[in-house]
């Protein structure tokens, strides 16, 4: 029998996120029928966002105190949603909400759980899953097992979902009882991350990230430049972030942010093992390094042997001109 699969919607800008619209294509891509989810404030008029990618049925919980609430305060309307359409699987965005989810859903509603997940398929009534592991040195396939999933996809591993407007009905759900404990706590004071102007590093589609091959602080601006002229993100290695010349949240590997960008730019970047299991991922790596024995060479599709300070500034130069800018 094909499933019923619920697509658990985060709401980015007032809209259904782009990831979600992600989740929502693979959704579609299974046997069976689709409907929607939405929590927070306007979850009724984003939820009637699912029409415009074909699902006919979707469930919201309008309620603000679930905004910027821990997910333990949503699983319970995911549960109702569920309940109340029959899915057996839930599928979420690689994002930080939907990874948290997958464990809070598992637990709650005796589900099977994946996360980071790169294929989905339905056979012999059970869900198969395909993800990377070792760092993305090898590939997995699982077949779930239990009758219940819930699956958290790997960011920007699939393609957004062609429109195909139909009218949805959207059923509004109550949040149920959410203890005070599990709502967002009050905030008393917000202190912003130093990033660049640019997109946020775990977002963005494509990543330019240098290494301790730029030398000096002052010269990290080649590294963003190029990335202004990409309209990419700014990441280092943990070698200009322990020197101070960027601060720890533009770091990238094992004990920085983990990014699967379609396109990652490793400049004077050794590519220890460290870094490369948070950028390995990425659908095209390029490196720039004038060591043609570095190991970021070894799991870069492009490279260009040579030095920096003269390719970086000659690459932003060519995507200006390129780009008109
Ligand atoms: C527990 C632990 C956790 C760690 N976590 C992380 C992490 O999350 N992220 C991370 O990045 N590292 C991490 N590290 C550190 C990691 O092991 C490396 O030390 C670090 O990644 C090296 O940074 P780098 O490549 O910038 O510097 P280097 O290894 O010094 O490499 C600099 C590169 O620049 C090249 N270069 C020099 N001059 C030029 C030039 N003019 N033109 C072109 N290329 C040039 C050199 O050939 C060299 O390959 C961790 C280490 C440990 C032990």
Not at 36 to 50: I, P
Not at 231 to 260: E, H, N
């Amino acid at each position: 029998m094909s499933p019923t699969v619920l697509v658990v919607g985060e709401v980015q800008d007032g809209h259904l996120a782009a990831a979600s619209r992600e989740a929502l294509g693979v959704a579609r891509s299974l046997p069976g029928t689709v409907v929607g989810f939405v929590a927070g404030s306007g979850a009724r008029a984003v939820a009637d966002e699912f029409g415009r990618f074909g699902v006919a049925e979707a469930y919201a919980v309008d309620d603000p105190r679930l905004d910027g609430a821990p997910v333990g305060a949503r699983i319970p309307s995911v549960v109702a949603a569920a309940a109340a359409s029959g899915a057996t699987v839930v599928v979420v965005a690689g994002s930080t909400l939907g990874r948290d989810l997958v464990g809070g859903l598992a637990v709650r509603w005796d589900a099977a759980g994946a996360t980071g997940v790169t294929e989905l398929t339905w056979t012999d009534e059970s869900l198969r899953v395909r993800r990377p592991v070792f760092g993305g040195r090898a590939t997995e396939t699982r077949a779930l097992l239990g009758g219940r999933y819930v699956v958290a996809l790997r960011p920007h591993a699939f393609p957004a979902p062609s429109e195909a407007p139909t009218p949805c009905t959207v059923h509004a759900l109550p949040a149920g009882e959410v203890p005070p404990a599990l709502l967002a706590p009050e905030r008393t004071g917000v202190v912003a991350a130093t990033r660049g102007s640019g997109p946020g590093l775990t977002d963005a589609s494509i990543v330019v990230s240098g290494g301790r091959g730029v030398r000096a602080p002052e010269n990290f601006r080649l590294v963003e430049e190029l990335a202004a002229s990409l309209g990419a993100a700014v990441g280092a290695s943990r070698a200009v972030t322990d020197a101070g010349w960027r601060p720890t949240s533009f770091q990238v590997g094992q004990t920085g942010r983990a990014v699967s960008p379609q396109l990652y730019i490793a400049i004077g970047i050794s590519g220890a093992i460290q870094h490369i299991v948070g950028m390995i991922s990425s659908r095209v790596i390029v490196a720039i390094n004038s060591d043609a024995s570095a190991p970021i060479f070894r799991v870069a599709d492009y490279g260009i042997v040579g030095d920096l300070f003269q390719i970086v500034p000659a690459l932003t130069a060519e995507v200006r001109r390129v780009r008109g800018l």
